[in-house]
């Protein structure tokens, strides 16, 4: 069986789901929509995209459920995936293919995350063993650093996207809110909505443009690298 390209696998429950998992008062909503941004974001590469929520996950722990989902995809005959989830509001399509054109040149990708996780993984076929992802620790904070060093030791090359926000708490809203350059308006009022603020009144009082800088936040990544 030849080999298919690159597959987009998102890795996002349902909002109820989110809802129970997430401290996100009265978030069902916005996980919804985030998950149908991300979605549109994904499809608008022309990759293959899967969605895998908690109603086709398989496995008893976070990490079990995601391995399997990434060799479920891999069993379909695709030689690469990148894999995401729902909760990185300024994650874009941009971000997305450019990891499909690394992956297309022998390399590994990923992009990391504030809370010390990653919100993007672009791996190699030859890169992924089950065993070995499933002892990784996940939702650990630590996460970040240990599939580093993993993927370091197996990949040719290893890339790092810009560093990104994701959403996981009502602390998490606020400072993504302090960097809305780049949210869609339905994000950006729903989240205003979720932090009890009166949009007349900041709108008024505050310009978006001045409030919010117009550039990508907590960028770490390569200077040469821009994603609009």
């Known amino acids: 069986m030849n080999s298919l390209p690159t597959a987009i696998l998102v890795f996002a429950n349902s909002a109820k789901q989110d809802l129970a998992n997430k401290h996100i008062l009265k978030g069902e909503q916005l996980f919804d929509a985030l998950t149908q941004t991300t979605l549109k974001k994904a499809k608008r590469t022309g990759l293959p995209v899967f969605h895998f929520s ?3 996950q398989v496995g008893a722990s976070f990490g079990e459920r995601f391995t399997n989902a990434i060799a479920s995809v891999f ?16 994650l874009k ?18 992009g990391p995350s504030i809370d010390g996780g990653f919100y993007l993984l672009g791996l190699q076929k030859s890169n992924f063993t089950v065993a070995e992802f499933k002892k990784l620790p996940w939702q650990r ?3 970040y ?8 030791e197996e990949a040719s090359e290893l890339i790092k ?6 959403l996981d708490n009502e602390r998490d809203l606020r400072s993504i809110l302090s ?15 979720l932090l009890n603020i009166n949009r007349n009144i900041y709108a008024t009082n505050q310009n978006y443009s001045t409030l919010f800088p117009n550039s990508f936040p907590y960028n770490k990544g390569s ?5 609009i």
């Open 179 to 193: 960097f809305s350059a780049g949210l869609s308006s339905t994000l950006l009022s729903l989240i205003v909505s």
């Open 93 to 110: 399509t941009q971000h997305l293919k450019h990891t499909a054109k690394q992956l297309a040149m022998g390399k590994t990708v990923i």
């Open 161 to 166: 996207l810009p560093v990104l926000q994701d």
């Open 145 to 152: 650093q240990q599939i580093s060093l993993c993927l370091q």
């Open 141 to 143: 904070f630590s996460l």
């Open 54 to 56: 908690d109603e086709n």
């Open 223 to 227: 200077p040469a690298l821009s994603f």
């Open 75 to 90: 069993d379909k005959g695709f030689s690469n995936i990148i894999t995401i989830g729902n909760d990185t509001p300024h």
